[in-house]
């Protein structure tokens, strides 16, 4: 089954302790991205890739980390978590950038 | 950054009456899409639409586009209780638009409550 499968759906952890979100899709998509989304913010970009080994960032960059060293991995870095990242994420992928996305299920951070 | 608006925020009906929800956004557009999310849940893709397109169809959707007033409308037919969710419009600038995030830019989504 074509999909975005992201972990750990559900954490909880304490300011400062560096997590990695995984993503991986399985549809050989060249363009992924990492979403957090936030009550009345909407969803809002963090980082995407092009490719492999070609990333950018988005609207909210800081604090977050990734990289794209095989096309079907994405994983999201927090190096040292605040507060202020506990929110819902999202990795997407699609074939080429603006084209359609398939979401993951979600990841729900919580930083204490 | 955030381009897409959609209106109304929340959107409560009875079910079997049609939904209509807008989204206007702010600079020329390559495609519009419209999302929707279950409460919690990834975002699922429901209809693309081109710039030089107006009109689209899929099932109980339709999706208007009018790049004039730069705006879009999804009206779903004949709503059903599972077609309680959010709804989220995105637009893409292009391959590659320069400059800051790039991809689809979302709205922050419609609210839509379908009563039994």
């Avoid at chain 1, 304490?14 to 990695?20: A, F, H, I, N």
């Avoid at chain 2, 929707?36 to 397109?53: A, D, F, P, Y």
Wanted: proline share 4%; with cysteine; charged share 20%.
């Amino acid at each position: 089954e074509a999909q975005v499968t992201q972990n750990p759906r559900y954490l909880i952890t304490v300011t400062g302790k560096k997590l990695t979100v995984t993503c991986s899709q399985n549809m050989n998509h060249e363009y992924m991205s990492w979403y957090r989304q936030d009550p009345g913010l909407g969803l809002r970009q963090i980082y995407y890739s092009m490719n492999v080994e070609v990333t950018d960032k988005g609207d909210v960059p800081e604090g977050y980390k990734v990289s794209r060293k095989e096309k079907r991995n994405f994983p999201l870095i927090l190096e040292s978590p605040s507060p202020n990242q506990t929110s819902l994420y999202f990795c997407a992928s699609s074939l080429q950038n603006g084209q359609t996305l398939t979401f993951g299920a979600g990841s729900r951070l919580t930083v204490l | 950054s955030q381009q897409g608006e959609e209106d109304p925020q929340a959107l409560s009906i009875q079910e079997g009456e049609n939904a209509t929800m807008n989204c206007s956004y702010k600079t020329s557009i390559n495609n519009l899409q419209w999302y929707r999310q279950n409460s919690g849940r990834g975002l699922v893709h429901l209809i693309l639409i081109r710039s030089n397109e107006r009109e689209k169809h899929s099932g109980r959707l339709r999706v208007t586009l009018d790049t004039s007033k730069k705006s879009s409308s999804l009206l779903i037919t004949a709503s059903r209780a599972a077609d309680t969710a959010s709804y989220f419009c995105a637009t893409s600038q292009g391959l590659y638009s320069g400059g800051g995030a790039d991809g689809l830019t979302f709205g922050k989504g419609t609210h839509l409550i379908i009563q039994p």
